[in-house]
């Protein structure tokens, strides 16, 4: 049940009127009901990945927080087993099956919904434990709903139980300023997902489907994706964090204007927030505080001095996170190569801060300096669709001929998706650039510390129920329709 479908916003409807009507003390078993037919909606049986997640976690966690250390690793174990297990078998079969030695037939697994988002958080809620960072949930209903609450099932964002627990114990009362900025978010994830990324996409899939004939687009194409990556996801993370505003559950935030960013590393403390932490907290920070990796750190003092020896272990950390950051994004070659390519380059960075620090104290440059700072800005966002390459490719002999190949001919054409129609094409592209331009505005406004949502919340009812109608009407008009789910849907 896609978030852009008629069903879901009747769900959407019945699960906030029945939410406020009902006691307090119901609030959770509702949630937790309309979660679990949410989820069964995709197919029946795939709740049972849901529950398998749920349970090992839960009872991990009991005796977890007891300090039993198997008590973690066994469900660590198991649940990124099972997501390893089909996310990984076909390439797995695939490359047996490329040495020639024996055929097996390839397997096909149905990737159930969500499942990398509430692993990570059933995980995350299982460490917190281990860790002493928050208190185990004795109640399993309650637990099972902060693993499944509906709108954040598909493509997070990723929760922390201490914060997220707290959210939804259902003692909030009604507000309807609550229920003004949820609807506001929803009907502009609708316009980012429904008008520019699915328009993008026309363009994105024409590109890089024929990229063997269609040579020169490839700036083209990299740049429609990069329209349509982060519409797409921003857009569905906006609707996630609507429909829970309006029944008063803060959701995480999971983007800050990406695009905006100086640097690789800041790129990443604005996009996919709540991978990046989770990343940070569950991963790197292990790493780093490792008696290995402290070996390692002295190791490299001796070797490259203070400065250098210190920047070393701390790119070695931030290469096998994003190594760990391909992985997660899929099992072919070209997603391990995007996330090494920006571990890589942060972590070459990270070497050179020094350096860099003493250049521009040598030629007067400061980090306030605006044209220093579009500098950083437009640098980082020709690093980040370079990696966009790798990310939408099918392949890394795909990314690198359409990087090459970009540089030669025209760099543009309004046409390409239908070159007989030019009145479609011109149809499909004016909401692109006239989105783009909304979005770009408000990014702006929010960038300067505006809150765009609490002044548009603050208007007169009647102006903001017709301008809440007039976006799902521009939607319904100009949007694609069968414009496809989430991009981040199945991850």
């Known amino acids: 049940m896609p978030f852009t479908s008629l069903a879901f916003l009747i769900l959407t409807a019945v699960c906030t009127i029945v939410y406020y009507c009902i006691p307090s003390s119901c609030r959770r078993v509702w949630l937790l009901l309309i979660s679990c037919l949410y989820y069964m909606a995709g197919g029946p049986l795939l709740i049972l990945y849901l529950l398998f997640a749920a349970v090992t976690t839960y009872v991990g966690g009991r005796y977890a927080s007891r300090g039993y250390k198997a008590a973690v690793v066994i469900p660590l174990v198991l649940d990124f087993g099972v997501l390893a297990f089909l996310k990984y078998t076909p390439l797995v079969v695939s490359l047996l099956n490329s040495l020639r030695i024996w055929s097996i037939p390839v397997p096909r ?42 709108p954040q099932l598909m493509q997070g964002p990723i929760g922390r139980y201490a914060v997220l627990s707290k959210e939804l114990a259902g003692t909030n009362t009604f507000s309807g300023e609550a229920v003004r900025r949820g609807l506001i978010r929803i009907s502009y994830g609708f316009f980012k997902k429904m008008v520019i990324a699915d328009n993008a996409a026309l363009y994105v899939n024409c590109i890089f489907d024929q990229y063997q004939s269609l040579k020169c687009l490839g700036f083209q194409g990299v740049l429609m994706y990069s329209i349509q990556l982060y519409m797409d996801f921003s857009g569905g993370i906006d609707i996630a964090c609507g429909i829970a505003e309006m029944m008063g559950i803060h959701l995480s935030e999971n983007f800050r204007q990406p695009y905006f960013a100086q640097s690789l590393t800041d790129f990443w403390h604005r996009w996919h927030i709540t991978l990046g932490t989770w990343m940070k907290d569950y991963l790197f920070y292990p790493i780093s505080l490792s008696s290995w990796m402290s070996r390692f750190r002295k190791t490299s003092r001796k070797l490259f001095g203070k400065e250098l020896g210190r920047a070393v272990p701390v790119g070695a950390a931030n290469l096998i996170v994003f190594f760990a950051v391909g992985v997660w994004h899929g099992p072919e070659l070209h997603f391990l190569a995007y996330g090494l390519y920006h571990g890589l380059i942060i972590a070459v960075s990270g070497m050179l801060t020094g350096p860099f620090r003493r250049m521009k104290k040598r030629f007067g440059i400061t980090d306030q300096s605006v044209p220093f700072q579009a500098f950083r800005m437009a640098r980082t966002f020709v690093l980040v669709n370079i990696s966009w390459f790798l990310d939408r490719s099918g392949s890394i002999r795909q990314a690198l001929v359409m990087f090459k190949d970009s540089f030669s001919g025209k760099l543009f054409s309004l046409t390409v998706i239908s070159p007989g129609n030019p009145h479609y094409c011109l149809t499909r592209f004016i909401p692109i650039a006239a989105g783009c331009i909304i979005v770009l505005v408000i990014s702006i406004l929010k960038e300067r510390k505006k809150d765009v949502l609490k002044a548009a919340a603050s208007l007169p009812s009647a102006v903001l129920i017709a301008g809440i109608i007039a976006v799902f009407l521009l939607t319904a008009f100009f949007g694609v329709r069968d414009g496809g789910g989430f991009i981040y849907a199945n991850f």
């Not at 969500?114 to 309650?142: M, P």
């Open 109 to 150: 697994f149905v990737i159930p919904l969500g499942i990398s988002f509430y692993t990570f958080q059933a995980v995350g809620y299982l460490l917190d434990v281990y860790w002493k960072r928050c208190e185990e949930e004795k109640n399993f209903g309650h637990y099972l709903l902060f693993v499944g609450f509906f």
